[in-house]
């Protein structure tokens, strides 16, 4: 199966504007049996499915994360945004 590289995790922000941050697919799986996909902290974590859903992942304790909005997948020519 052919997965998206990188992903564009859109989370909304209540008063401001979305926080956009990139992701990269990374060589681990999740618990779904999907690519683990995170940014280049390696804070942000996610699994992403062949249909686009996301599982946010905790990449230390006591950790939170918001679900984003959206996962829009990217392209090899478009630009990093991080």
């Not at 681990?28 to 974590?45: H, K, L, N, Q, S």
């Amino acid at each position: 199966m052919v997965h998206t590289e990188r992903y564009e995790l859109i989370f909304q922000m209540s008063g401001a504007a979305d926080d956009v941050v990139s992701v990269r697919m990374t060589d681990r799986t999740g618990a779904g049996g999907f690519p683990v996909y995170e940014d280049e902290t390696g804070i942000v974590r996610a699994e992403i499915s062949d249909r686009g859903e996301v599982r946010m992942l905790a990449s230390g304790g006591h950790q939170a994360p918001g679900a984003p909005v959206l996962a829009r997948p990217l392209t090899e020519d478009a630009p990093d945004t991080q």
